[in-house]
């Protein structure tokens, strides 16, 4: 059967055929098949597709919306209760759905990682407040929960984490004591086997927010995990995450992955920030969780992939948190997505999962004050080596943008996603030779850079007279000179 969503996507999507995009790991980059190195910056879709009818958007608008703000990758989160809702009884339609909209992505040049998610194991476990695990994975040794994930479960961390439950299940999971460890890696196998034909999916997050033992139940769970899905997806990228205390920026214990082509991909929550709702641009507790982060893609010699993070929309000063962690982001030179775009958010219902509010977008499009439309080093033909944008939006002080790289003319032509609201056609760009030659696409809000000949390029855009005003300066909030480990 197909469905109206498959249906809607598969309408607009291009009728011509799209070269899929081959995005490969070289030590600590993502590159594409020309050798550019590429950050990725996107957004989880979506929060209320953790529970019924489970379907992260039902309009290809919804993707045109993302196209506009520059994102070029998107955290698609898949359920495994939806796919199967009984041992060895597939949905084949919800994968349908799925694949319909990675495919559409693609024609709007989105790429997709498929993220495997869960919280505290099952909407069956954590006192109702979970999602992700089919009924009939959680332990029989433990007592099933009625699913709610309504506004008594908006303290649903804490439902989790005092369940006994959800902390027997995940032990008999990573035990295979009722065989759901060999159902999770065969439906691994068959959903890896779909996905490899479908365009733009780069790769597999393989487990959200996972509970065990990283060294001795994580770390094996992703080497026979790998094996499974390189068989059927030869190529495809893993995206590990440690512990799920890691989010809150503990370091990993996990063991160098030894398997393929992989990316760290921690999550991020600011846990006084996401508690009390407020950010006040203390850094501390920032600086230690991205030190740590760096340190481990550094040690795997991989590139790090923030899978997640963000603010409730309604917290003191969302905005300027959100920009920090970018300015982190940009000072790493590090791809991520944030949490989350929810399509079908309504102020009633919210995120439509446990009464959370990240949602980046209203019903009309217009970004809530969690968002912050940014520029950023989409593609890079050479090695990038330093980016920087200052977003005060005065008169006296305009917003600029400046960028470093060690240009490779093999590779091509360098792309910066250059947003017409802030940079609008007639912002003056600088490079510091003439060799380099700059031009505008503002139907993709791209500037795209090219030289002749091997060199460091250093280019400066500042956003004209006609740029639109936002109300904060970042260096305000101290962040006058970044770094990797102390922007923001």
């Not at 989105?110 to 009924?135: K, Y």
């Not at 332990?139 to 902390?167: E, I, S, Y």
Request: net charge positive; hydrophobic share 40%.
């Amino acid at each position: 059967m197909t469905t109206p969503i498959a249906i809607a996507f598969a309408a607009a999507s291009s009728s011509r055929t799209s070269r899929e995009p081959h995005l490969r790991v070289r030590g600590r980059n993502f590159v594409d098949a020309q050798g550019r190195v590429v950050i990725l910056r996107g957004v989880n879709l979506a929060g209320d597709s953790k529970v019924p009818p489970f379907a992260p958007c039902a309009r290809p608008a919804d993707l045109d919306r993302l196209r506009d703000l520059g994102v070029n990758v998107i955290r698609l989160l898949f359920i495994w209760e939806a796919y199967e809702p009984a041992p060895g009884s597939y949905n084949d339609a919800y994968l349908r759905d799925l694949r319909a909209i990675a495919a559409a992505a693609q024609d709007r040049g989105i790429v997709t990682i498929l993220d495997f998610h869960q919280d505290g194991f099952s909407r069956f476990t954590s006192r109702g407040a979970g999602d992700g695990f089919p009924r009939w994975a959680v332990t029989p040794r433990g007592r099933l929960a009625r699913p709610d994930n309504g506004p008594r479960c908006k303290n649903w961390v804490l439902l989790v984490a005092t369940d006994p439950t959800m902390h027997k299940s995940f032990c008999d999971f990573f035990a295979d004591r009722h065989g759901v460890r060999t159902r999770y890696l065969a439906m691994l196998g068959r959903v890896a086997g779909a996905f490899a034909r479908t365009p733009g999916v780069i790769g597999y997050d393989l487990l959200n927010e996972p509970w065990g033992d990283e060294r001795s139940e994580l770390a094996p769970l992703y080497r026979d995990a790998a094996r499974v899905i390189h068989a059927a997806h030869p190529g495809s990228i893993l995206f590990l995450e440690g512990h799920v205390a890691t989010s809150f920026g503990i370091q990993t214990r996990l063991p160098r992955p030894d398997f393929g082509p992989c990316a760290y991909a921690p999550h991020y929550y600011r846990p006084i920030s996401i508690t009390l709702g407020r950010w006040h641009a203390t850094t501390l507790g920032v600086t230690r969780a991205f030190t740590n982060m760096i340190e481990t893609a550094r040690a795997w010699d991989v590139p790090l992939f923030l899978g997640e993070f963000g603010v409730d929309a309604q917290a003191y000063r969302a905005g300027e948190y959100v920009a920090a962690l970018h300015n982190r982001l940009d000072a790493c030179l590090a791809s991520g997505a944030q949490w989350n775009y929810t399509p079908r958010w309504n102020a009633r219902t919210r995120d439509g999962w446990n009464a959370e509010d990240f949602n980046i977008l209203d019903p009309c499009g217009s970004f809530r004050p969690n968002f912050r439309l940014r520029p950023y080093p989409r593609a890079t033909a050479g090695i990038p080596l330093r980016f920087r944008y200052e977003d005060c939006g005065t008169a006296s002080r305009p917003r600029w943008i400046e960028f470093d790289w060690s240009h490779h003319p093999d590779c091509g032509e360098t792309e910066l996603f250059l947003p017409n609201a802030l940079f609008p056609p007639g912002s003056d760009v600088e490079a510091q030779t003439a060799a380099v030659t700059c031009r505008r696409d503002p139907v993709r809000q791209v500037l795209i850079c090219r030289a002749a000949r091997p060199m460091t390029i250093h280019l400066r855009v500042t956003a004209s007279a006609g740029a639109g005003r936002l109300p904060a300066c970042l260096d305000a909030l101290g962040d006058s000179q970044p770094s990797c480990r102390d922007a923001g």
